[in-house]
């Protein structure tokens, strides 16, 4: 992969999680009703968690994007792959048809996190194990 489709792939899959993330955070703030109610009703989960997580999912986009550190991006990434893992069994389970953008979420965030190194200055100590293995 030459250095610039890496890029364009790297900022298109890091854009497109972070779209989803803020986009999540704004709906869960905006329309805390329906969340709650949704929350409740259909995935059986404690609504206390809503705004907290509205807070983190705006944390977590912010930091993949702006990249402060290395160790606060990568527990960024991390903690954005078990989300949207639980996020997605957890709409399966529920027999909701809300999971597929997590899916692609996800898959998202995994490619992004295999091509960071090739396009940020600072360097994760785990994000090139796309070329270790090779």
């Known amino acids: 992969m030459s250095d610039k489709s890496a890029k364009i792939t790297y900022w298109a899959a ?28 259909l995935l059986k989960y404690p609504t206390y968690i809503i705004w907290p997580l509205a807070m983190l999912k705006i944390v977590a986009a912010v930091v993949i994007l702006w990249r402060p550190s290395t160790f606060l991006s990568d527990f960024a990434y991390a903690a954005m792959f078990w989300h949207l893992m639980l996020a997605a069994s ?10 597929p953008p997590a899916i692609v979420a996800w898959i998202a965030l995994i490619v992004s996190f295999l091509t960071q190194n090739r396009v940020r200055e ?5 994000g090139d194990l796309l070329y270790r293995a090779a």
């Open 122 to 126: 600072k360097k994760s100590p785990y």
């Open 14 to 41: 890091t854009g497109l999680v972070a779209l989803v993330y803020l986009g999540g955070a704004a709906f869960y703030i905006t329309a805390h009703d329906m969340v709650a109610g949704m929350y409740e009703g």
């Open 90 to 99: 957890a709409h399966m389970a529920a027999g909701d048809p809300g999971w």
